[in-house]
């Protein structure tokens, strides 16, 4: 079988699944992990803008893609060249077992696929109950984007037990914030993520301070790792536990 993958977490999880480059014939230059060994798949684009031309080079039995990620146009093409999808739409965790066994199943790997799932299932079971604290992933800079209640990355926050805000809920589930914004929806941790802006250490002092403007209790500000918060697939079971461990919850 050859696969092409135009989402980086799935990239990962086909390697997990014990799939080789021999398999997995393309990719985008988002698709970094596992390290190494991502270096003998071709780079047929991004994840908005792939080549068309390098994926029908690719002669791929299998288009790897998701719904958020990936245009619905680049779906459409490659429907009209005749070529099977795997469209992934992960919202919540608890979504990504039964993801990972339809991929399982897509790809050969059913047995690796559900080590997987019984992992994350054993993992989410774990969920604390709901907090007084509401947290606010960050995912960009200008203009200041956030993550909402609605999205696999509120809802990885939601699985350890934090609240999180349903900010312009009939909208894309990334909306536009502003420090008042962040205060009105009464949020007392702001995460700050690595990807796909990596916040530095000035910008959290720099949003704090402007927090602390709009109240005398401004929100904590953590850094967090993005790929934790983001990445759905065979990361899901260790993001959670990293994140539980590295945030201190139970």
């Not at 897509?106 to 509401?134: C, H, K, M, N, Y």
Request: charged share 20%; glycine share 8%; net charge negative.
């Amino acid at each position: 079988m050859r696969i092409v993958s135009l989402v980086p977490s799935l990239t990962l999880t086909l390697f997990d699944f014990g799939l080789t480059s021999e398999s997995i014939v393309g990719r985008t230059p988002w698709c970094i992990h596992p390290k190494g060994e991502v270096n003998d798949v071709q780079v047929v684009g991004g994840t908005k803008t792939p080549t068309l031309s390098k994926i029908k080079a690719a002669r791929p039995d299998l288009v790897v893609m998701d719904r958020d990620e990936n245009p619905k146009a680049v779906y459409e093409w490659c429907q009209e060249q005749g070529f099977n999808t795997f469209v992934c739409h992960v919202r919540h965790p608890r979504d990504v077992p039964d993801m990972l066994r339809e991929l399982g199943a897509a790809v050969g790997r059913e047995d690796a696929a559900e080590t997987f799932a019984a992992s994350i299932e054993s993992e989410l079971a774990q969920v604390p109950v709901q907090g007084s604290r509401t947290a606010l992933p960050l995912i960009w800079h200008d203009p200041l984007m956030a993550a909402n209640g609605t999205t696999y990355a509120g809802n990885m926050l939601a699985c350890l037990g934090f609240k999180v805000p349903n900010i312009e809920a009939e909208g894309t589930g990334y909306p536009v914030v502003t420090p008042d914004t962040i205060v009105e929806n009464g949020v007392t941790d702001l995460f700050l993520s690595s990807e796909p802006h990596e916040f530095t250490m000035a910008e959290g002092h720099a949003l704090h301070d402007a927090l602390a403007q709009c109240t005398d209790q401004p929100p904590a500000v953590h850094f967090i790792d993005g790929e934790d918060l983001t990445w759905m697939g065979s990361r899901t079971a260790t993001a959670l536990q990293h994140l539980r461990a590295t945030l201190d919850v139970a």
